[in-house]
């Protein structure tokens, strides 16, 4: 069983930054972040794999970077130029042998 605790979320006004971190009980080498706001289904966000290759939903490219410490077990997203369209519950993710784990998720919200 794999356990996931993030941290990170909060409060932050428009066009603020905020960092989500994920610490996974085992290394883990595709882990990544998704998030759902109220009244929609959960969506992907970032994702990073083996090799340190990335990927991005398109409505965070070049707002969004995702990082791992491996000496940690940990993930992080570095969240900058915040939008309010951005709100929303953030959950890690990470997959092993097929098997998706999960993060009790963070809250993030964006308003002035």
């Known amino acids: 069983q794999v356990q996931l605790v993030e941290s990170g979320g909060g409060l932050v006004q428009p066009g603020g930054s905020l960092r989500l971190s994920c610490a996974a009980s085992?290394?883990?080498?595709?882990m990544g972040w998704y998030r759902q706001a109220p009244g929609k289904e959960r969506e992907f966000v970032a994702v990073i794999n083996r090799g340190d290759s990335t990927n991005f939903a398109d409505s965070v490219k070049g707002r969004f970077t995702i990082a791992r410490d491996n000496a940690k077990n940990a993930v992080y997203l570095q969240m900058n130029s915040l939008k309010p369209e951005d709100t929303a519950v953030y959950y890690c993710?990470?997959?092993?042998?097929?098997?998706?784990?999960w993060g009790q998720g963070t809250q993030v919200t964006v308003s002035s």
């Open positions: 085992t290394r883990i080498f595709s």
């Open positions: 993710n990470a997959r092993l042998m097929g098997v998706d784990y």
